[in-house]
């Protein structure tokens, strides 16, 4: 079995803090990816990345970045934290352009 | 703005009938369509997916429609159980970018 898995399940932060959330899955996949899910908007893409050290913005990258030093270790960075970047966040991965695996997301609120 | 959209934010079903769950798409490129179902504080969890070649496919209780001239797809869980109550978000493909584009999600919850 895909097993993705993120470092928090919950998370509390203060505005301007800098915030790191990570994510590792243990198959091997090629891509992976970054979404806020928020309730009425669905899952959006902030970043994927398709290779090591390779990224592409996704819809909503603004006020996020990203690394990928290893193939199985995707981190999301919110440089500065702002109250609108609470939410719940879901990392992904897959193999080719197909079905994604999921992490089981990480609900951060900033205060 | 949105190539994949789902209009229903809820539907409430009683246990044993048929639960329909629609999904509206702009792209006519999109190669795959796939619907994932969440749990509250979990992952989604992929459920069942067609190609943009064929126009129906069966998974035990489950079955999604594509009506490519419409734009159109459909969600059949028959017969539909307690455990179905979920989130479940209708979502797309191009084959040549590994980008999903995800419907805002309509929340199923089946009465006993």
């Known amino acids: 079995d895909v097993k993705v898995t993120q470092s928090s399940r919950y998370l509390v932060k203060r505005t301007g803090e800098k915030v790191f959330l990570e994510c590792v899955q243990d198959?091997?996949?090629?891509?992976m990816f970054w979404y806020r899910q928020d309730p009425g908007l669905g899952l959006r893409l902030i970043y994927f990345?398709?290779?090591?050290?390779?990224?592409e913005k996704g819809d909503i990258p603004e006020g996020y970045s990203v690394s990928r030093e290893k193939k199985e270790r995707f981190s999301l960075i919110l440089e500065s934290a702002s109250t609108n970047q609470t939410s719940m966040y879901l990392c992904a991965s897959s193999l080719e352009g197909n079905e994604q695996y999921f992490g089981p997301g990480t609900r951060l609120t900033v205060t | 703005d949105q190539q994949v959209k789902q209009n229903s934010p809820s539907l409430s079903v009683q246990e044993g009938r048929i639960s329909i769950l629609n999904c509206d798409y702009t792209?006519?490129?999109?190669?795959?369509f796939l619907w994932y179902k969440k749990y509250p504080a979990e992952g989604p969890t992929f459920l069942i997916s067609?190609?943009?070649?064929?126009d129906k496919n069966e998974d035990g209780r489950f079955t999604v429609f594509l009506n490519k001239s419409a734009k159109h797809l459909s969600l059949h869980i028959v017969p539909s159980q307690p455990g179905d109550s979920a989130v479940y978000f209708c979502a797309a493909l191009i084959l040549y970018d590994y980008k999903l584009s995800f419907g805002a999600g309509t929340t199923v919850t089946v009465r006993a």
């Open positions: 198959m091997d996949h090629e891509n």
């Open positions: 792209n006519s490129m999109f190669d795959y």
């Open positions: 067609i190609s943009s070649i064929k």
């Open positions: 990345s398709y290779d090591v050290k390779m990224k």
